[in-house]
């Protein structure tokens, strides 16, 4: 598909032959030849980019490697999350999907169109990809896959041939005290992480991905986030979430090698060898009760997290990232709750977004945290803790309303595709 | 409200002081100080940018003028648009919200923070703002209001005394062939349009909004826009829609005031003096069929709406801005049928965005166009427009399943308020 698209790729059209060459004509770069980007019309988003002068390199993160991308990677700004039902018992043609996601993946996030691009070859067929990024920079998108229990087993069945790969680790979350989560919120075969910069790069993505699996997956349920709630670069300014706090100070840095090594990534030695390198991510839609939670006091707000709101200092100190001191703490502080010093020194990286998702029918808006957190093991990461906020002040202005669990295999090789250690 | 938070506030906190003195110490520049940044903790957004040595005027856009912002204005990147209904009979109450509302919109696109900030002055109050845009800059925020019909009547009641103020452009929208509107997104009696770069700082704009609103309003409805599907500066790159397609390419431009004068801003000539100056904006949700989209062939797509899909030319031309030759187009072509040569020379100011709301519980995303169009009266705008696009070719992959009507007043002048002309 990529070599289609970079080296052979000729429209047939004569209409399609001209634009062609007017766009090369307009002001292709070299560099941006080099990359390709002139190959074809509309088989790039890149190439309208380039007419700007953009390096065809810019803010392109790279797909391949040991892990996947979207996990150490510096969170980007905007997010849109998908989970998909299978719908078909056909193993051959999972497989085929994911390498055919993986093709599409491994284009869009070097800023290039999936397949032929926007511009079909022969009109009288559907384009390849969907053209709404075209003219967009690859905005540092990530495309992260993992996959549902259901994938391994549903309602007893081993539909794929993969129940006895099912890692001990991805295991069916419990039920946690206040929980109220919609189904239809929640679950899925496979879920896609796309991060970017621009979230109409993200959401045309997953779109894209959709589009491909008509037929082997169908769309459970989506989310958007539009703001970022925790950074994975230490040295950034901590962004807030809607509670107006800042979120995530002590998160995992996507630079600390030991810390990824030692939370984050599974290794064969865990207990499924194909998971070596990948990673398990929680995914919880978090509704706030903003309109209650506005109605609080400063002093009442600071207490309940455990930091103070301006600055994000840990109460007891003046700066942000000072050590928390948890004996200055009310006990049932979110932050007391939650840090790795009562957790038996659990770490997780948080990688979560705001959401607003219009209103919920009672005049108020339907807004929260979209908390994302991958993983070594969800046993000893997201469930104890989680466990531990069991009384969490925090929860009289939260309730988590759907969930997910997935395992994201190791990061795909040149060549390779999504899942092939589970699948061969 | 604004004098209060660039002069004289003091935060009365111990802990509040030592930390303004130690934001002071952090390099506020000269810039800032002289913008009233720095006049205390929590009471300022660019406080915290300021920081990052930002000027402190950076895209700000200027909220009090003739007219309201937000329409002509160059289109920021994202919206969230909210409809309210007033939930008070008492027409002192909406005038004071009104006014509470102009202050802090006056405050919030200019950077600053609502009242006295995120960080309130006694502790056990809550803070004035929520909080979560401190350090974010402006953002280009513009907030526009609208006064649907029902804020004038309500099941034949005259409930605030404006019923004879009533402009008669501003009538009850009729059903058009295909609408299928869904109450729960539709109408409202007050709405407000929050457009800026960054999403946080428009979501932050309508929650405190909402907050401030309490008891006397509440949120009908509200949409997120994720990406503008219009622009109004003719040299820009034209946004696409998530059809593919660039859209908005013969819009009216911001900076053409013959055109404004002629075709978007109402005069006291019109029928309703207090709308002098002011606009009639037309929301329609447009849910988007992209699954079957995605499975038309090029050559159709380019034939329905009437222009090339990579460079957006009208058929038979081979550049975007050339001039279109309707007879060129099939009968039933979207450029065609919504053409000013078509419409008796109708012009519209568009200002759409993108949606993506999650997925529809059938497998498909629930996408499409938030349509926004600002007009001088749309008996003679937006009605016969959409009238004429019954025989749409889009129709067949389009539905509109939202609708808002809303009168917005002109701008307010310093000291005045929103609604002044109508309230008084």
Same mark, same amino acid.
């Given at each position: 598909?990529?070599?289609?698209?970079?080296t052979?790729?000729?429209?047939?059209?004569?209409?399609?032959?001209?634009?062609l060459?007017?766009?090369?004509?307009?002001?292709?770069?070299?560099?941006?030849l080099?990359?390709?980007?002139?190959?074809?019309?509309?088989?790039?988003?890149?190439?309208?980019?380039?007419?700007?002068?953009?390096?065809?390199?810019?803010?392109?993160?790279?797909?391949?490697?040991?892990?996947?991308?979207?996990?150490?990677?510096?969170?980007?700004?905007?997010l849109?999350?998908?989970?998909?039902?299978?719908?078909?018992?056909?193993?051959? !043609?999972?497989?085929?999907?994911?390498k055919?996601?993986?093709?599409?993946?491994?284009?869009?996030? %070097?800023? /290039?169109a999936?397949?032929e691009?926007?511009?079909?070859?022969?009109?009288?067929?559907?384009?390849?990809?969907?053209?709404?990024?075209?003219?967009?920079?690859?905005?540092r998108l990530?495309?992260?896959?993992?996959?549902?229990?259901?994938?391994?087993?549903?309602?007893? !069945?081993?539909?794929?041939?993969?129940?006895?790969?099912?890692?001990?680790?991805?295991?069916?979350l419990?039920h946690?005290?206040?929980?109220?989560?919609?189904?239809?919120?929640?679950?899925?075969?496979?879920?896609?992480?796309?991060?970017?910069?621009?979230?109409?790069?993200?959401?045309?993505?997953?779109?894209?991905?959709?589009?491909i699996?008509?037929?082997?997956?169908?769309?459970?349920?989506? %989310?958007?986030?539009?703001?970022?709630?925790?950074?994975?670069?230490?040295?950034?300014q901590?962004?807030?979430?809607?509670?107006?706090? !800042?979120?995530?100070?002590?998160?995992?840095?996507?630079?600390?090698?030991?810390?990824?090594?030692? /939370?984050?990534?599974?290794?064969?030695?865990?207990?499924?060898?194909?998971?070596?390198?990948?990673?398990?991510?929680?995914?919880?839609?978090?509704?706030?009760?903003?309109?209650?939670?506005d109605?609080?006091?400063?002093?009442?707000?600071?207490?309940?997290?455990?930091?103070?709101?301006?600055?994000?200092?840990?109460?007891?100190?003046?700066k942000?990232?000072?050590?928390?001191?948890?004996a200055k703490? !009310?006990?049932?502080?979110?932050?007391?709750?939650?840090?790795?010093?009562?957790?038996?020194?659990?770490?997780?990286?948080?990688?979560?977004?705001?959401?607003?998702?219009?209103?919920?029918?009672?005049?108020?808006?339907?807004?929260?945290?979209?908390?994302?957190?991958?993983?070594?093991?969800?046993?000893?990461?997201?469930?104890?803790?989680?466990?531990?906020?069991?009384?969490?002040?925090?929860?009289?202005?939260?309730?988590?309303?759907?969930?997910?669990?997935?395992?994201?295999?190791?990061?795909?090789? %040149?060549?390779?595709?999504?899942?092939?250690?589970?699948?061969?």
């Amino acid at each position: 598909m990529t070599d289609a698209k970079t080296t052979d790729a000729q429209p047939n059209e004569a209409e399609s032959r001209e634009r062609l060459s007017r766009r090369r004509m307009l002001g292709f770069s070299g560099a941006s030849l080099l990359a390709g980007a002139a190959a074809g019309a509309g088989l790039d988003r890149m190439a309208a980019a380039s007419t700007e002068n953009e390096p065809a390199t810019v803010a392109a993160i790279p797909f391949h490697g040991a892990n996947q991308a979207g996990i150490a990677t510096p969170v980007q700004d905007r997010l849109h999350f998908a989970a998909f039902d299978v719908i078909t018992d056909d193993r051959a !043609k999972v497989v085929q999907l994911l390498k055919d996601w993986t093709a599409a993946a491994a284009a869009m996030t %070097q800023g /290039h169109a999936v397949g032929e691009g926007a511009v079909s070859k022969v009109a009288v067929a559907p384009p390849d990809d969907t053209g709404e990024a075209l003219g967009l920079p690859a905005s540092r998108l990530t495309l992260t896959i993992g996959f549902g229990p259901t994938l391994f087993e549903k309602d007893g !069945k081993d539909r794929f041939g993969i129940k006895a790969k099912r890692p001990a680790a991805l295991v069916d979350l419990p039920h946690f005290p206040g929980d109220k989560l919609d189904p239809d919120r929640s679950g899925g075969d496979i879920a896609v992480q796309a991060c970017a910069d621009d979230p109409q790069v993200a959401v045309h993505a997953i779109r894209n991905l959709a589009r491909i699996g008509f037929g082997v997956v169908s769309v459970r349920w989506s %989310q958007l986030g539009f703001g970022k709630t925790s950074s994975t670069t230490p040295d950034a300014q901590t962004p807030r979430n809607l509670m107006g706090f !800042k979120d995530g100070t002590e998160n995992i840095a996507g630079t600390d090698t030991a810390l990824l090594g030692k /939370h984050v990534w599974a290794t064969a030695a865990d207990g499924a060898a194909w998971m070596a390198g990948g990673s398990y991510l929680v995914a919880r839609r978090i509704r706030m009760h903003i309109e209650t939670w506005d109605r609080t006091s400063l002093r009442e707000q600071e207490e309940i997290i455990g930091r103070d709101k301006l600055e994000g200092a840990p109460i007891g100190r003046t700066k942000e990232r000072e050590k928390v001191i948890l004996a200055k703490m !009310k006990p049932d502080a979110h932050v007391l709750l939650a840090h790795p010093q009562t957790n038996k020194g659990v770490r997780i990286l948080r990688r979560g977004y705001s959401f607003t998702d219009g209103s919920d029918g009672l005049g108020r808006l339907d807004a929260g945290l979209f908390f994302i957190a991958f993983q070594r093991d969800p046993r000893t990461g997201f469930i104890p803790v989680q466990t531990s906020l069991a009384t969490d002040a925090l929860n009289e202005y939260i309730q988590h309303v759907g969930s997910g669990i997935y395992a994201c295999p190791p990061g795909v090789k %040149q060549g390779g595709y999504w899942g092939e250690t589970l699948f061969t």
